[in-house]
């Protein structure tokens, strides 16, 4: 069973940089998509990106060039770079894998716990 574990929250100044960082326990290697999706107070959950088996990434509109997904070489920890931070990036990220299906799902398969970011001075 795959089980997802992030780090790397906190706070930060607009303008500032996190790394928010996703460790799976269990094997992921190419089985699962992975994304990350965020959840800001009063509002649904959305998402952020995705990233297939071939490590294709598509972004939301609103990340704007400013996010960056990648995976480690050992396949089993995924790295999402945020940097020039807006206040509006506030929320609580989510890892999440999507077992590949040919495709990539809409839903997520596993989550999870969640870190916080806030942007804030």
């Known amino acids: 069973e795959v089980q997802l574990v992030e780090s790397g929250g906190g706070l930060v100044q607009p303008g500032g940089s996190l790394r928010l960082s996703c460790a799976a326990s269990?094997?992921?290697?190419?089985?699962?998509?992975m994304a990350w999706f965020r959840q800001a107070p009063g509002k649904e959950r959305e998402e952020v990106v995705r990233?297939?088996?071939?490590?294709?990434?598509r972004y939301a509109d609103f990340v704007a060039g400013r996010f960056t997904f990648s995976r480690a070489s050992a396949e089993n920890a995924f790295y999402l770079q945020m940097n020039d931070l807006k206040p509006e990036d506030t929320a609580i990220y989510y890892c999440?894998?999507?077992?590949?299906?040919?495709?990539?799902?809409?839903?997520?398969?596993?989550w999870g716990q969640g870190t916080q970011v806030t942007v804030s001075s």
């Open positions: 990233m297939d088996i071939y490590d294709v990434a």
């Open positions: 269990g094997y992921i290697g190419r089985r699962y998509c």
């Open positions: 999440a894998a999507l077992e590949y299906l040919g495709y990539c799902p809409s839903t997520p398969d596993v």
